[in-house]
């Protein structure tokens, strides 16, 4: 593209005093890694992209369903069935060819987060998974690398600035809920997820051009059942060391106490050949008690139930907790 086409592309945000040739010279050479491309990457997508983002990474495994189209505006009904990641990438691409674009039709999981990690200037978090927030956000806290992670469900949700300069999401949410439900139990509303998927963007783009007030450090929550917005700060909040980290199956050894948490209804076969399967409650009642040294590997579909049978560990064993979420957003 000609010097004066990207000009004109780029004019109606480069006036603004708080972008500036500045600002638009930091936004194109950002290399930011986006994990999901569904409900909130669509609009997070488009508009780092429409914005002129030097690179764009793409992760999400999973493909097109029916089901997505009323949310996840990338995609239309011919796209059904492929997966996300390349759709979103060639959808992308008409939208701006000055954009390097790489779509990976992967799982985010604990193995490779590190390695996409590594090298990207910001992180966005679109997946809304417990367990990919948590890796992420511990990826991001080692590497030194801003993330803007967003959840949505229902008529609400959220959208925070973590790591880099400031806390990490643990800092926040230091604690997985009792209990959640998806957008497939619990159900959602599109334009709700366009707005916070919006905000998100608007919170990435604020830290590529160092807009103050930071958006790292930031929360902003939405309750749009009531048309209510609100948010708080947490520069300062104590940011805890892991205590429970998730691990990926790959990274699950012989030597580990497994305790597979899955019925036979979700996984015919346990994650490994010696795993014992067990409900929450039964970890509680049971009281497993792994080898002295060994570590204790807890699986689960998206980790919460693994994170409350640790919460039951811990109350009469200190040794080693490790989480797997092999993949799904109910528990």
């Not at 998974?129 to 959840?151: E, K, Q, T, W």
């Not at 209990?179 to 608007?202: K, Y």
């Amino acid at each position: 593209m000609a010097r004066g086409d990207a000009m004109t592309r780029y004019a109606r945000q480069q006036c603004l005093p708080e972008v500036g040739a500045a600002g638009q010279a930091a936004i194109r050479a950002a290399r930011v890694l986006v994990i999901g491309a569904g409900g909130l990457g669509a609009p997070v997508l488009q508009y780092l992209v429409g914005a002129g983002v030097g690179r764009v990474t793409l992760v999400d495994a999973d493909v097109v369903s029916m089901t997505n189209l009323h949310r996840q505006t990338l995609f239309q009904e011919a796209d059904v069935g492929r997966a996300k990641a390349l759709v979103a990438a060639e959808k992308l691409r008409a939208l701006n060819a000055e954009c390097e674009l790489e779509a990976h039709v992967v799982h985010l999981d604990p193995a490779n987060a590190a390695g996409f990690v590594a090298g990207s200037t910001l992180v966005l978090d679109c997946a809304d998974s417990f367990a990919v927030s948590y890796v992420l956000s511990d990826a991001c806290r080692a590497a030194g690398v801003p993330l803007i992670s967003a959840s949505v469900l229902g008529f609400g949700g959220y959208v925070g600035g973590f790591c880099g300069s400031a806390p990490s999401l643990r800092a926040v949410f230091p604690d997985l809920p009792d209990r959640a439900a998806t957008c497939a139990t619990a159900g959602v509303m599109g334009p709700v997820v366009g707005m916070i998927g919006a905000a998100q963007a608007q919170m990435a783009l604020g830290c590529l051009i160092g807009q103050s007030p930071s958006p790292l450090g930031q929360l902003i929550s939405f309750d749009m059942l009531g048309f209510r917005t609100g948010g708080f700060r947490f520069d300062t909040a104590p940011d805890p060391a892991p205590d429970l980290a998730f691990i990926a199956a790959s990274q699950i050894s012989s030597d580990d106490f497994v305790i597979e948490l899955r019925g036979a209804e979700e996984a015919v076969k346990p994650v490994t050949d010696t795993a014992r399967r067990l409900s929450v409650p039964e970890v509680a009642d049971l009281r497993p008690q792994p080898a002295a040294g060994q570590r204790t590997v807890l699986a689960c579909r998206s980790g919460l139930r693994a994170w409350q049978a640790a919460t039951h560990m811990r109350a009469y064993w200190d040794g080693d907790i490790a989480l797997a979420a092999m993949g799904g957003e109910a528990d």
